[in-house]
C-alpha cells in the first residue's frame, strides 16, 4: 500500500501536460482524479515514473453545447457529469450512469477521461458512450488532434488507441433528448462495480446497447440490436443479448452467469427504455 | 433518576466525530522509525535462501534481519511457530525477514530489494485435503495435521445412539461456517520506544495488560518498567487479542535501534495475517419425533486453523462450539466432539462471537431441518423444544455448562407479535405463487450464547492471568471522579457504561466522572474487553468500588451535618439528611475534606475516597434471543436482500439502550455478513484471492436493512447489574436466521441447505437447474 517513488509535475493547461508528457515519454502517466491510478500504485502493479497531475486544469473540466452534441472536458468529475442539467436534459443516459459511478468520494474525484482512458471493461461510462456512439477527441504535443468513434477506442483489457504521447481532452457525446433509455447495473455491494451491467439507448426499432464487464472491452449487444432492427420482440432481442461475447470469470460470476445476467438485464433495459 | 436504561450519548463521540481522537499512528516521538515485513509469497516452501544485501544496502535502511538474528526466536501464545519463519513458510503472508528504516518509501523499496528464494512443497488447503492418506503436513514433527483433538466420549456416545434407536426418525446434514476475517477500520499497529529506564509500547490491542505481561517475560524486562498503552483504537473483534510477530519485534528492534519503531498494517497485509474466523465444517445427526420433538444429537467438528493455530484461543474455539451445540433446546442426549486441523491457510481465530455463532447456526439449522422434514412450522418446532422457563439453571447433557436463566418462549412471543408472522405467512405465500413477485422467504433464529468470560479459572485456560475485571473509583479534590479501569475498550462505549453505573452509586452528576483505560502504569491490572465482558465484569467492579467510596462519602458528610450517616442521603450531588433539603454539603466539599485529613472525622483515614475492586463474577451469563429475518429473492438473477430484519435480544439488564443496539446492529450485520457476503477464498496453489476491500465483500450501509428491534429482560444472577452481555449476540444470531429465510424461500425448488455466502450465483445455479429439471 505505499507506492513506489515517482516524480511529481502539477500541470496549468492542457498544453503543459501534453508538453510534459512529450518530454517524459513512456516513463509519464496522467494523474486525473487518481481513483484508478492511485490504487494501482499502492499496490506497486504501476510504476510510472513521472505523475503529471491534470485533475485541476480549468481548461479540461467542462460541458458545453456544441449543438448536434454535448462536448466534455476529460477533467470533468462524476458528480459534475451526473447533476448536469444540460445532460440530464439531453443525454440522460450518461447523467444517471455516471450517478451510479462507485460512492460519493469517487465521483467527487473520478473523471471521465480518466475512466475512459483507463480502459476498464466493468466501468459504466465506456459501455455507454460505445452505446451512443461517442467521439472521443484526443491531442498530442505536437498539437494534432484526432477525433476517436468509442466503437474503435478499447482495444483490449485496459488498452486504448490513446498513443503514449496522446491525451484525451474531450468527449463528444450526441444529443438524444427524445430517445428511451435505460441503465442496468448489477452488483452485490452498492459502491461496487457492476458484475454486469447495461446501456440502452432505443429509438423505435433503432437500438444502441452497450455491455458492461462482458469481455474484454465494452461490447454492443450486436445481435440483439439487429434482431431487434429485423422487428423481433425485446423478449426475443434480449435473448441474444450475449451472443458473440467472450465475459471473465471471477469470484462474483463465471462466464455462464454473466451471459444469463446480460440476457435478464438487457431484457429489463428494452422493457424500460420502451415505457 | 437512575442513570443506568437511559439513552446516554457516548461520552467518547466529541473527540472522535471532530477528529481528536489518537490512535497508534498518530502517535510520534521524534526520530521514529518505520518497520515493514518480507512476507513469503508461498502458501508452503522450503526457504532455500534470503538475500539480504541489497535491501541493507539501500540508504536510509537501518536494519534487516531475520529469524536468525533473534536470539529468542519462538512467537509466544502461537503453535509451532516462530516470529519469523524458520527454514520453512507454511501461508502466504508469513512475515521472512524484517526491515526498519527512516520512512515508510523506503521501508517498503527495501521490502522490495530482498531475495528470497523457495522451494515450493506440495500443500493442503481443506481439511479434507489435510485429513487424506498420504497428505503433505504442515508441520512434519507433528506426522498429522490434527493439532488437537476432543474424541466422542463413550458415555455419551451409547446414550445417544440408545436415543436414536428409539427414536421414530432422523435426518443426518453438514454445514461449513466458512472463513470471515476481521475488517476493523484500523489495522495492526505498535509503536514501540525503549529508553534508557524503560520499555514504552502503544499498540491497537484489546487487552494491554495481557500484552505487557507477555512482552515482559518474553523481552526479560521487569513489568514495572514495561508500559503498553492501548490509544483509542479502531475496532478489534476479537483479532487484536492475539500475540502477533509485529508486536515483539517492534520491541526489540527499538532496543536494537535505540530509537522508536513503528508498524502500522497495510489492509491487504491485514486480510493476509491478522487471524481469521470461523471455518468450522459440522457434521450432524439428529434424531426427532414426528412431533418435531429433539430426542438425539451428535455433532462432529472439523476446525480448519491455518498454519499456526494461536495458543490456546484456536482450539478453544470449536469448545465453545460443543459447549453450546444444543441452543436454547432441551436435547436430551448429545454427543459432541472436535478435530482442529492444520492447513497452509492464515492462522484462524477468535473472531466476533468466537465459536458460538457457529453453534448457533448449528443449532438453527437443525430445527428448522425437522421442522422441514415433520412439515410443522418453524415458530412451533422451536417453541415445542425450548427448554422450559422453569428449568433454570438448566445444565446441558453433554459439557458442564448452566444455562443462567432465560425466558426463550417470551423472546419468541415478541418477535411473532412485532414482525406480525401471521400476515408475513400470508404475504409469502401470496408471492411465492406470483411468478411477477421476488420469491419471499421467512427465516427464525432463536438462539442462545455464552457471554460475560468469566467466573473464576474460565480465562486461565485461554491463557490469561485471571477472569475478573477491576475498576478503581478516586475521587478528586474537587469532588469529581476519575475511574481506571482494566478493561480496554475499542469502540465500545465502555467509557459511558462505566461512568453512568457510577453516577448512580456516587450520585454524582455522569459530567463530573472521567473514566481512564488502556494504560498498564496508570490502571489496576485487567483482563481486557472481549468476550461479551465488560459491562457485566467491569460494570459490577464499578459498581462495587463506588458504593464503597459513597458510604465513605456519607461518613464525611454525616460529621460535617452532625448527623448519623444512615440518616443521609444524596441528591443531585448534594448530601443532605433525608427530607432536609435546607442543610445541604456538594460533592465538592466531601471531596476537598477526604483529602484533608483535618476536616476528616478521626476514625476517617484520608484517601477513604479511593476503592479498587477486582469484580469476579460467579458464572458464565447467557445472552438469548429470536430474530426473524424476511428475504426478498430475484427470480431471475437470484439476488438475495433482506427486506426486513427483526430482533428481540435478552441481554438482562440494559445499561444504556442506545449503546446496547448499536451492538445488536453492527453484530447483525455482520452476520448477515457472514451469510450473503463475505469469505477469504484461497485458491489451490494456496494464494489468497480476497485481500481487498473490492474482493472481500464487506457491506455497507446500503447494503443491509434497517433493523427493527425489541426486547426481554430475563437479569441473571451472576451480577448485582442483572446485565448479561451484548456484544456478541448480534453476530451469533443473525446468520442463521438469513440462512433459514433463503432456504425457505427456496424450499418449493426442494432446497434444504445452502452454502454461505449466498451469492447471486449459487441461488441462480438452484433456480436454474430447478428449471430445467
Ligand atoms: C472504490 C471505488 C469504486 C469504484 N467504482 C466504480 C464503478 O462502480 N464504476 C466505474 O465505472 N468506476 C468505478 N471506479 C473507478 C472510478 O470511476 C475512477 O475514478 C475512474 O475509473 C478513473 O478516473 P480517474 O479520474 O480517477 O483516473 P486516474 O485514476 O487518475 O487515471 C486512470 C488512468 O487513466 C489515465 N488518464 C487519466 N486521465 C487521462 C486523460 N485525460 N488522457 C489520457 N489518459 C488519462 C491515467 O494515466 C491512468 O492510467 C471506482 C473506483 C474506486 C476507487
Redesign the pocket.
Known sequence: MIPPKFDYVKARSADE?LAALAEHGEDA????????????LKLRL?S?SV??D??EIAD?SYINDGGTHIAIG??T??RTVAHSELLRAQVPLLAHA?G????P???N????????????P?????AVLVAIDAVLV?RSATGSQREIPAGEFFRSF?E?A?APD????EIRVPKIPGAGWSFQ?F?RRA????IVGVAAVLDGTSAGIGL?NMGGTPVRAKATEEALAGGASPAEAAAHAADGTDPPSDLNADPDYRCHLARVLVGRALHEARS | MSMVGTRVIRKEDPNLITGRGLFTDDVSIMGTTIMAFVRSTEAHADIVSVDLAEARALPGVLVVITVDDLETQELPGAFMRTVLAKDRVRFVGEPIAVVVAEDRYIAADAVELVQVTYRPLPLVITPVEALAVGAPLVQEALGTNVCFEVPWPQEQIDQVDRAFEAAPRQASTTFHSQRVHPVPMEPSAILADWGPDKLTVWASTQMPHGLRNCLSSFLGVPQHQCRVIQPDVGGGFGAKVQQYPELFLAPILSKRLGRPVKYVQTRTECFAIMCSGRDQHHEIDVAFDDDGHILGLRSLIHADLGAYPDLPNSFGMPTLTNWMSSGCYKIPAIVAGYKCVLTNKTPQSAYRGAGRPEASFLAERVVDLIADETGIDPAEVRLRNFIPTDEFPYKVPHAEVYYDSGNYPLSLHEALRLCDYENLKVERDRRNADASEKLMGIGFSTWVEIAAFGPRGALEGFGHIGSYESAQVKIQPDGTAIIATGASPHGQGTHTTLAMIAADELHMSIDNITVRSGDTDTTPQGVGTMGSRTAAIAGEATKQASIKVFQNACKIAAHMLEANPDDLECVDGLFQVKGVPSKTIPWSQVGWAGLSPTLLPDDIPAGCLESTVFAEPTGFTYPAGAYVCVVGIDRDTGHVEVEKFYSVDDCGTVINPLLAEGQVQGGIIQGIAQALFEEMVWDSAGQPLTTT??DYLAPAASDVPSIIDGRTNTPTPHNSLGAKGIGESGTIGSTPAVVNAVVNALAQYGVKNIAMPISPQRVWRILNQAQGA
Do not use: F, Y
Not at chain 1, 502517466?29 to 494501482?40: D, E, F, M, Q, V
Not at chain 1, 473520478?110 to 475512466?115: D, H, N, R
Not at chain 1, 496522446?166 to 481532452?169: A, D, I, K, P, R
Open positions: 501536460a502517466k496522467l494523474l486525473a482524479g487518481g481513483h484508478s491510478l492511485i490504487p494501482l504501476s510510472p505523475l503529471i491534470i485533475g479540461l476529460a477533467a468529475t462524476h455516471t451510479q459511478v462507485g460512492d468520494q469517487v465521483r474525484r473520478g473523471t471521465i477521461g480518466g475512466s475512459i482512458a483507463h480502459g476498464d466493468a466501468s459504466d461510462q465506456p484526443a485496459l486504448t490513446l496522446e491525451m484525451l481532452v447495473k452488483n459502491q461496487d462495480w457492476a458492461v | 476491500l473490492m
